[in-house]
Nanobody, 118 residues
Framework: QVQLVESGGGLVQAGGSLRLSCAASRRTFNDYGWFRQAPGKDREFVAAIKWGSARTYYADSVKGRFTISRDNAKNTVNLQMNSLEPEDTAVYYC?????????????WGQGTQVTVSS
């Protein structure tokens, strides 16, 4: 089982940017995703990236503002978040996702808090 550790969260003003990173404990050939959970809400899909093709997928709410990428040599998956809005405030989680459904995670990190002030 792979362990995932997220980093890069913090407090930022609306319109600002943050870059989240997810470090895997070992090299895997899995697809990866980012999810988030705001207070009082269910966890929701944000973005995913395929291992082989590096094809990316995004939730409509972040399309055009967030970019997911991966560095297979470093076993990391990143989420560049631009034009942040207060509605993006949440705990962000990295996950190994299923190849047949990238909106479902199987292994999870502990999460990193992102707070966007207005």
């Amino acid at each position: 089982q792979v362990q995932l550790v997220e980093s890069g969260g913090g407090l930022v003003q609306a319109g600002g940017s943050l870059r989240l990173s997810c470090a895997a404990s070992r090299r895997t050939f899995n697809d990866y995703g980012w999810f988030r959970q705001a207070p009082g809400k269910d966890r929701e899909f944000v973005a995913a990236i395929k291992w082989g093709s590096a094809r990316t997928y995004y939730a409509d709410s972040v399309k055009g503002r967030f970019t997911i990428s991966r560095d297979n040599a470093k076993n990391t998956v990143n989420l560049q978040m631009n034009s942040l809005e207060p509605e993006d405030t949440a705990v962000y989680y990295c996950a190994v996702v299923r190849d047949i459904d990238y909106t479902v995670g199987d292994y999870w990190g502990q999460g990193t808090q992102v707070t966007v002030s207005s």
